[in-house]
């Protein structure tokens, strides 16, 4: 127990100092400790931790798309570790991110899983960082009423801990949404209750209150009073707020805070009368905002700037940026839309593998041993497959099958592709199935296949045609010049230590893999004398 706990200490105190990388060497810093403990770390465990570690350095560096891919694979490491309330935060936190890329789809079924799974999760500081995400996730898709209940409840959480902290971060967060909120009424012409603007000075002043100076500074949560005064027709003021602290931020405040500062402050400078300095800070905001990948920060950026240049007088540079604004709308627009009509096509196919089931006892009980995407078992109807006693065979064959390169598919042809992979490759092994043999997916891309009464050679030649069907079937029908291939695993022994089977096929599956995959692994033959 005590090397557990030194281990997540370990791993805790990494997080922290990831946490609060502000400068370029420090973020250096923790990437390069956090990657070279990635080439040694080989359980699945420890390589989310270390994901969820460098997804916190990206995240201060404010590179979006990279953190949503270290979060994501992070989740996938924590369900094959069977860590189920950490794969809800990883996820949590890849919804977030996938949200502010405008990854409608992708985005939308992090964020149910996430919430569904919430109720299980008792662990307030887990709690904390799951609702404070999924207050994200509703601010990038511009729900300001639900985001405030997730960051409430994430603030209620925080507060139960007594983590000071968190405390300051859930206000900022809460002003933040608020302040959005007032921005984006302004800005489709609808005006803003006095109560809402009231309510934003009051979180902005206890958190100003209550924060360290080094959290002030580190988030620049100074600018949350800035634009409360420039909401409220005193821009001068928020400009002597931001002078206040000028000499200060430029090696401590998070790169995620930068954009934010550079764009209230162009606001403040143009409702004071100086739009020539005004469209100095925008432009600095959209530099940094695009640098992100954040497509809800580059709009507010860009939407700043052309009010910017039009106050200066520069109509032609105002209707352009105008143009830039119109254009990233209709492709957000765009890709998002793509997205719900792929959603709807793989839920079309999902409902009619539901469409043979005879009542909703029985689609209850199926549902619990099926995975939902391919529609064959899931890890549950394996272990019962193996520990039930109806069966007469005293030997097993157990054969892990994983998807070469699944990432890369994923990555160059997009996640409905990598889902139809999957479901095709779940379909063949199902067909392939015969009586006393099961097929399930066990977890991301890695399938596991039993066999009762099987010696290790005709497991090994039984694998050997699985990964032929695989490597042949056509794949093009899913994308021009896609090429799937598996590496597979095989060990057999006694069916009562079916546990031991599967680690060694696991193992052997490692060797196929690290043998150049597309290839089967067999483990040494049990011997009779033991």
């Known amino acids: 127990m005590d090397e557990i706990t030194g281990v997540e200490?370990?791993?805790?105190?990494?997080?922290?100092?990831?946490?609060?990388?502000?400068?370029?060497e420090e973020c250096d810093q923790c990437v390069t400790e956090i990657e070279q403990m990635l080439v040694s770390a080989t359980a699945p465990g420890d390589l989310g931790r270390l994901l969820m570690?460098?997804?916190?350095?990206?995240?201060?560096q404010w590179r979006t798309a990279a953190v949503y891919e270290d979060a994501r694979e992070a989740m996938r490491m924590f369900e094959r570790a069977g860590e189920g309330a950490l794969a809800v935060d990883a996820a949590s936190w890849a919804a977030a991110h996938a949200s502010r890329m405008g990854e409608l789809s992708v985005a939308s079924e992090l964020a149910t899983r996430s919430l569904v799974a919430l109720e299980s999760v008792e662990d307030d500081r887990l709690r904390m960082e799951i609702c404070n995400r999924l207050g994200i996730f509703c601010i990038s898709f511009l729900?300001?009423?639900?985001?405030?209940?997730?960051?409430?409840?994430?603030?209620?959480a925080a507060e139960r801990l007594g983590d000071l902290e968190k405390i300051c971060r859930q206000l900022h967060n809460i002003a933040d949404g608020l302040l959005l909120a007032v921005q984006q009424r302004r800005l489709a012409y609808v005006q803003s209750g006095d109560e809402e603007l009231a309510?934003?000075?009051?979180?902005?002043?206890?958190?100003?209150?209550?924060?360290?100076?080094?959290?002030?500074?580190r988030t620049a949560s100074y600018r949350l009073l800035a634009e409360v005064l420039c909401e409220l027709g005193r821009a001068e003021e928020g400009l002597a707020v931001l002078d206040?602290?000028?000499?200060?931020?430029?090696?401590?405040?998070?790169?995620?805070?930068?954009a934010a500062l550079a764009w209230i402050e162009a606001r403040c400078l143009r409702l004071a009368g100086r739009p020539a300095e005004a469209v100095v800070?925008?432009?600095?905001?959209?530099?940094?905002?695009?640098?992100?990948?954040?497509?809800?920060?580059?709009?507010?950026?860009?939407?700043?700037?052309?009010?910017?240049?039009?106050?200066?007088?520069?109509?032609?540079?105002?209707?352009?940026?105008?143009r830039d604004v119109k254009a990233s709308i209709w492709t957000i627009h765009q890709r998002q839309t793509r997205q719900l009509v792929q959603e709807v096509w793989g839920r079309a196919d999902f409902l009619r593998d539901q469409a043979t089931l005879q009542s909703q006892a029985a689609e209850a009980g199926r549902r619990a041993d099926e995975d939902a995407l391919t529609g064959i078992g899931n890890r549950r109807v394996l272990e019962r497959f193996l520990e039930s006693e109806t069966h007469e065979a005293q030997q097993i064959a157990i054969i892990v099958v994983d998807i070469d390169h699944f990432k890369k598919v994923n990555d160059t042809y997009g996640l409905p592709i990598g889902d139809a992979v999957l479901r095709r490759i779940g379909h063949l092994?199902?067909?392939?199935?015969?009586?006393?043999?099961?097929?399930?997916?066990?977890?991301?891309d890695e399938f596991v296949v039993g066999l009762l009464g099987v010696d290790m050679d005709a497991a090994a030649g039984f694998a050997e045609r699985l990964r032929r069907r695989i490597e042949e079937l056509d794949w093009s029908v899913l994308a021009t010049m896609l090429r799937v291939t598996a590496s597979l695993g095989v060990a057999s022994g006694a069916r009562l230590g079916w546990?031991?089977?599967?680690?060694?096929?696991?193992?052997?599956?490692h060797a196929a893999k690290r043998g150049g995959r597309n290839a089967v692994s067999t483990a040494p033959k049990p011997n009779p004398a033991e």
Do not use: W
Request: net charge negative; glycine share 4%.
């Open 53 to 60: 570690c460098r997804a916190r350095v990206r995240s201060n």
């Open 244 to 258: 206040q602290f000028r000499g200060q931020t430029g090696d401590i405040a998070l790169a995620a805070q930068r």
């Open 429 to 444: 092994l199902r067909d392939e199935m015969r009586p006393h043999e099961v097929a399930v997916r066990y977890g991301g």
């Open 199 to 217: 309510h934003a000075e009051a979180v902005v002043r206890e958190l100003l209150a209550r924060a360290t100076d080094e959290f002030t500074l």
């Open 281 to 322: 800070a925008a432009e600095r905001a959209v530099a940094i905002a695009r640098y992100s990948d954040d497509d809800h920060e580059s709009m507010l950026a860009l939407e700043e700037l052309s009010a910017c240049q039009e106050a200066a007088g520069d109509i032609d540079s105002a209707l352009a940026t105008a």
């Open 9 to 24: 200490a370990r791993y805790r105190d990494l997080f922290e100092r990831a946490s609060r990388a502000a400068t370029v």
């Open 143 to 156: 729900d300001y009423d639900r985001a405030q209940e997730q960051f409430e409840a994430s603030l209620s």
């Open 499 to 509: 546990k031991a089977v599967f680690s060694d096929a696991d193992a052997a599956l």
